[in-house]
């Protein structure tokens, strides 16, 4: 059983592109860091899907996945995002991502 939440790790709300953290248990089978570029969709057999799209991965533990949100998610939306284990079991679990207006405006100004 997959067990989460997630949070941006500068507060919220989010903004596409942000980084999250996704807290739970039994959410990867070991720790493992992302050691190349592109950072890959998939580390220590789980993997975070957001809007229906694999996203990037920073590092997977049991406890703990860092990854980065889209950048084309549609402000002021709440997008579904899914955990899954490969290996064992396979579990998933949604969590309604708020999207917000304000941040994306903010990353538009600065080119992002």
Do not use: C, K, W
Request: aromatic share 4%; hydrophobic share 40%.
């Amino acid at each position: 059983m997959v067990d989460v939440s997630v949070r941006p790790l500068a507060g919220e709300p989010l903004a596409p592109g942000s980084i999250v953290s996704v807290y739970g248990n039994n959410l990867a089978s070991a720790a493992q860091g992302a050691s190349t570029l592109p950072l890959p969709t998939t580390l220590a057999d789980a993997s975070l899907s957001v809007a229906g799209r694999e996203v990037p991965m920073f590092y997977s533990s049991n406890g703990q996945i860092n990854a980065q949100l889209p950048f084309d998610l549609p402000a002021d939306s709440r997008q579904q995002a899914f955990v899954r284990v490969r290996g064992g079991v396979a579990s998933a679990i949604a969590v309604s991502l708020p999207i917000s207006e304000e941040h994306t405006s903010e990353l538009q100004s600065r080119g992002l």
